[in-house]
């Protein structure tokens, strides 16, 4: 998110509003997520006069529930193939909210761009090679300030549609009822 701040500056300057949320905890021995963390901070006092930045730093099952239901857009970044799963983004495909996230875990089956939510980097979808931060970092802008950000702003109605798809087509196929029924098919009876 903050790879290249003044492009990053330059769309909110278009857009408008704009507010970002992190949340989450590094783990006592985890340099590198508190580093994150603290990069965050320092986003946030150099950014304070063009965007909202919020860190909830203690993130739990509660907040998480409030967060998956209450944002308008769901940012997921994670190194692939190291995504497990990304229920947080399922549940908020659950809520109507969209992912723009890199394609890892579920994501791979759930994206359907521009009517499910958006990719990071789509031209990597099916090789996994290590992530190159600039290029994500790239798709990421492009995609806010392309596509995202207009859609949201311009009217509402695509982006409500956009919602409405997350709902029908990822909360209908991604959800407890239907991994159940696979590990029984596959892992039981395969």
Known sequence: MFTDVERLEKICGKAGRLQ???AGKAHPKDEAGKQLIHRIFQMKERLTNHIQLTYLADYNLAMARLL???VDLWVNTPQPPMEASGTSG???AMNGIPSLSVLDGWWIEGLIGGVTGWSIGEERRAVQKPRDIPYDAACL???LEGEII??????HDGYIDVM???IAL???FFNTQRMLQQYVARAYFG
């Open 90 to 92: 399922m549940k908020a």
């Open 141 to 143: 802008y492009d995609k």
């Open 164 to 166: 409405r798809h997350a």
């Open 20 to 22: 970002l949320v992190f």
């Open 150 to 155: 207009p859609l949201y702003y311009g009217g």
């Open 68 to 70: 998956t239901s209450g």
């Open 170 to 172: 990822n909360g209908s």
